[in-house]
């Protein structure tokens, strides 16, 4: 019996492993998987699932999954409407299971952002991204991409917090001209004035972004 069960395992985070390759290779190259190979990998990751339902990694990937298959769904926007929101529902389950995972926090920020919905339900994701992983990119992504959008909407203290986290991405050399070029197109230069003008590398980002953003403006 307890064999068994290892071998179930074993299955289990193969199958994972494999849904999990494709998922990143599609990340990298940022290219939407035609249906044949997204519905490999959800073959792949619900098999995992299957041997292993508690298992939290497993139910982000489906969430992952679901959400290749909403940019593939782009010129269906009420079904891709309906996948975002079982998005959310898929990761709910997973926080409820693992409370500290930032990966998820973050991606239900992204995932509630783009259904419009700014509510307390998304501030409190954001707040957790934050508290869980403010060292970490992703963190430093989805906080750059949705906080600016959605400044003006939140308070001061959630305010102060996505401040923080942002002059810390800043430093970050992995996402710092991504977080530039989001803090310039949000204008939202004078939050950040200090940090950007401490180095020569973000002084530069900024003006070669508020060019480029004058230029697409002025046509």
């Known amino acids: 019996m307890v064999a068994a069960k290892a071998r179930d395992r074993l299955q289990g985070s193969v199958a994972y492993l494999e849904a999990h390759r494709l998922n990143d290779q599609w990340r990298q190259s940022q290219r939407v998987p035609d249906d044949k190979s997204l519905q490999t990998a959800f073959q792949l990751a619900r098999e995992a699932t299957h041997y292993d ?19 593939s769904l782009r010129l269906w926007p009420n079904l891709a409407t309906t996948e975002m929101e079982l998005i959310v529902d898929r990761l ?61 909407e939140l308070g001061p203290d959630l305010k102060k917090q996505i401040q923080k986290t942002l002059t810390i991405a ?45 230029g697409s403006e002025s046509v």
């Open 92 to 152: 709910k389950t997973v926080l409820a299971a693992r409370p500290t995972w930032f990966e998820a926090w973050i991606r239900l920020v992204l995932v509630k952002f783009q259904l419009g919905q700014i509510d307390q339900e998304m501030i409190v994701a954001m707040e957790k991204s934050m508290e869980t992983g403010r060292y970490e990119t992703s963190v430093h992504h989805g906080v750059a991409f949705v906080g600016l959008r959605v400044w003006d």
């Open 170 to 214: 800043l430093g970050n050399r992995y996402i710092r001209k991504f977080v530039v070029k989001e803090i310039v197109t949000t204008r939202k230069i004078k939050i950040f004035k200090e940090k950007l003008e401490s180095d020569t590398y973000l002084e530069k980002k900024v003006k070669q972004f508020l060019q480029e953003l004058k």
């Open 53 to 71: 339902p508690s298992n939290a990694e497993y139910r982000l990937l489906l969430a992952d999954l679901r959400a290749w298959r909403v940019k």
